[in-house]
T-cell receptor, first 113, second 111 residues
Framework: DAGVIQSPRHEVTEMGQEVTLRCKPI?????LFWYRQTMMRGLELLIY????????DSGMPEDRFSAKMPNASFSTLKIQPSEPRDSAVYFC???????????FGSGTQLSVL | QKEVEQDPGPLSVPEGAIVSLNCTYS??????FMWYRQYSRKGPELLMY????GNKEDGRFTAQVDKSSKYISLFIRDSQPSDSATYLC???????????FGTGTRLTVIP
């Protein structure tokens, strides 16, 4: 299995631009999580889906952030408009169920200039 | 106060040393305790998983949970250069993967 696949690995953009991060979970996993990692705050849960339905988005920092999961094999995290304080590593993770082991992707390093 | 506190290090030890990594937490509702290992430019991977208080051993790794003190530890025996990574503790109240992570301790094992 290829594991959780995220794209792009690196994204550099200018303030105000729209950013879309993509995630393909492990086949057969029905729970998907988006995390953000910074030096100051560590790993923070942004949102998670169960069977493609958003269950808890209380970690999404602002309305500028949105996430979708149109089908079981694809999810996006969008930031519009982006700001320099959004610079971080964004991780996607999936699991067989909400109480099963989490598998993380390799992350997207986002830099907003 | 953050939910989970973890000394960021960095921590450098010689090969073969015993390593002790620790986290403290404030919310007594946490029931599930995990340690993740994160190599540079990679995502975290689950290393140890413990439910409630007690010890759990897996090879050179031992996880300890003291709920009365709200203190968890990870011990690495006979540390190897391949153990060089950032170690993150993660806590969960319900087991539903709503994890609260520590900021991580960066460990370097020197050959």
């Amino acid at each position: 299995d290829a594991g959780v696949i995220q794209s792009p690995r690196h994204e550099v953009t200018e303030m105000g631009q729209e950013v879309t991060l993509r995630c393909k979970p492990i086949s057969g996993h029905n729970s998907l999580f988006w995390y953000r990692q910074t030096m100051m705050r560590g790993l923070e849960l942004l949102i998670y889906f169960n069977n493609n339905v958003p269950i808890d988005d209380s970690g999404m920092p602002e309305d500028r952030f949105s996430a979708k999961m149109p089908n079981a094999s694809f999810s996006t995290l969008k930031i519009q408009p982006s700001e320099p304080r959004d610079s971080a590593v964004y991780f996607c993770a999936s699991s067989l169920g909400t109480n099963e082991k989490l598998f993380f992707g390799s992350g997207t390093q986002l830099s907003v200039l | 106060q953050k939910e989970v506190e973890q000394d960021p290090g960095p921590l450098s030890v010689p090969e073969g040393a015993i390593v002790s990594l620790n986290c403290t937490y404030s919310n007594s509702a946490f029931q599930y305790f995990m340690w993740y290992r994160q190599y540079s430019r990679k995502g975290p991977e689950l290393l140890m998983y413990t439910y409630s208080s007690g010890n759990k051993e897996d090879g050179r790794f031992t996880a300890q949970v003291d709920k009365s003190s709200k203190y968890i530890s990870l011990f690495i025996r006979d540390s190897q250069p391949s153990d060089s990574a950032t170690y993150l503790c993660a806590l969960d109240q319900t087991g539903a993967n709503n994890l609260f992570f520590g900021t991580g301790t960066r460990l370097t094992v020197i050959p």
